[in-house]
């Protein structure tokens, strides 16, 4: 748990940005692709995101300690260790989640967010809407799932 949320380095804040974003902005296939109002765009969307993971994981954390962890009852035990590690299996992806939006803004600041680390196509912007930290154009990524599934199978 506590990794998760070290990963936020100390209180790191988003880098200052000197795009200011409309209120209502949302990127278009009309404007340029990764123009800098739509780099900006997807920097707030990742940090908010983050934000509310670590916000989560904290809340977490917090019942864990506060919580005790034993019931009396063996049924109340078992039902409270499922509902833990449930959470916690939660909290894990959670941490891998982040490690992928920590990518994505790295990205972002080295010009690379937007476009296919396969191919180097732009990835749509509705598909970047959906899945912010996407790193493969739709094409790609069902290349290469169907890759994986034969690899698995042989």
């Given at each position: 748990?506590?990794s998760?949320?070290?990963?936020?380095?100390?209180?790191?804040?988003?880098?200052?940005?000197?795009?200011?974003?409309?209120?209502?902005?949302?990127?278009?296939?009309?404007?340029?692709f990764?123009?800098?109002?739509?780099?900006?765009?997807?920097?707030?969307?990742?940090?908010?995101?983050?934000?509310?993971?670590l916000?989560?994981a904290?809340?977490?954390l917090?019942?864990?300690?506060?919580?005790?962890?034993?019931?009396p009852?063996?049924?109340?035990?078992?039902?409270?260790?499922?509902?833990?590690?449930i959470?916690?299996?939660?909290?894990?992806?959670?941490r891998?989640?982040?490690?992928?939006?920590?990518?994505?803004?790295?990205?972002?600041?080295?010009?690379?967010?937007?476009?296919?680390?396969v191919t180097?196509?732009?990835?749509?912007?509705?598909?970047?809407e959906a899945?912010?930290?996407?790193?493969?154009?739709?094409?790609?990524?069902?290349?290469?799932?169907r890759?994986?599934?034969?690899?698995?199978?042989?």
């Amino acid at each position: 748990m506590a990794s998760v949320l070290n990963s936020d380095k100390d209180g790191e804040k988003p880098p200052k940005s000197t795009v200011t974003l409309p209120a209502d902005y949302r990127p278009s296939p009309d404007e340029e692709f990764m123009n800098p109002l739509q780099l900006e765009y997807f920097r707030q969307r990742l940090w908010d995101w983050k934000k509310q993971i670590l916000a989560e994981a904290e809340g977490t954390l917090a019942v864990l300690q506060n919580e005790p962890l034993r019931e009396p009852d063996l049924n109340d035990r078992a039902s409270s260790e499922t509902d833990w590690s449930i959470e916690l299996r939660t909290r894990d992806r959670q941490r891998k989640l982040i490690s992928k939006i920590d990518a994505a803004l790295r990205r972002i600041d080295e010009g690379e967010y937007g476009y296919c680390e396969v191919t180097g196509e732009p990835i749509s912007l509705g598909r970047l809407e959906a899945r912010p930290i996407a790193t493969m154009t739709v094409e790609a990524q069902e290349r290469h799932e169907r890759q994986e599934k034969i690899s698995r199978d042989d």
